[in-house]
């Protein structure tokens, strides 16, 4: 059996459905199960994560960005290394690096350091800024036809589309060949977020103003709306990478795993314009 964490999300929502569709059996864990076969379970209760992992031999972890992310990272590790997991596959970012400037680099390094340490069989799946991150403004380029970002300035991106990640993780929990790699996955080119909005705008047929605010003023913007001061900062750190030309990568690293190119983002665009009009 394959446990997949944040089984309700843009991953893992795909992750799943694709080695259901392969006859694997599969217990995906979230907050709000819609599937007979999976549970919610809080990954901060270490006694629930266990009864939840029993019988399981491999895990696709993906770990909400919250205050307590490494602990929740922790308690997924040990309790997978209790029940006899054979391999562990991690989403985790592009920057990881546990002495990063910015919080989610030292996050997720830190949680591939604990991986590491746990001497299970493990795949980082190391993934670029996602393209299905900029559903989150749709509402408001759907109402406003605004799109704010802050601190990236002119920098580019390869972007990757969560599908291929997805596509990536399935294939690294079936098969023995990726224990112990390090994948590294962006999208086809590079581009700065005021191109990827013109590509929005070209596929939604309607003009999207693009803002690249100081850091300060989106804080702002971000706590008006309610979010929390941690994901604020977590975000803008982010983005501050960002700007400095922390995404600027691109590797062959979805084609080589797949077998197919990664999606562009005209791709991306194309699919999912009704998000950013209704």
Known sequence: MIIVTGATGNVGARTVELLRSQGQQVRGLCRHPSHPDDLSVDLGDPDAIMAAMTGAKAVFAIVPAVENQLTMEHNLIS???????????????????????????????????????????????????????????????????IFAICSVGSAKVGFIDTRDIADVAAIALSQSSYKGATLRLTGPSLMTFSDAVDMLSDATKREINYIDMESG?????????????????????????????????????????????????????TDYANKFTE
Request: aromatic residues 8%.
């Open 79 to 145: 309790a997978a290394k209790q029940v006899g997991v054979d391999h562990y596959v991690r989403l985790s970012s592009l920057g990881a690096d546990p002495n990063g400037k910015d919080s989610v680099s030292r996050v997720h390094g830190r949680a591939e350091q604990i991986l590491e340490e746990s001497e299970l069989s493990y795949t980082h799946i190391r993934a670029n800024y996602f393209m299905q991150m900029f559903l989150a403004q749709a509402e408001n380029i759907a109402q406003k036809k």
């Open 217 to 269: 003023e989106y804080q702002e913007a971000l706590l008006s709306v309610g979010v929390s001061a941690f994901l604020a900062e977590h975000v803008i750190g982010l983005y501050s990478r960002i700007g400095t030309g922390g995404s600027a990568v691109i590797t062959n690293d979805v084609a080589k795993t797949t077998g197919h190119p990664a999606r562009s983002f005209k791709t991306f665009a």
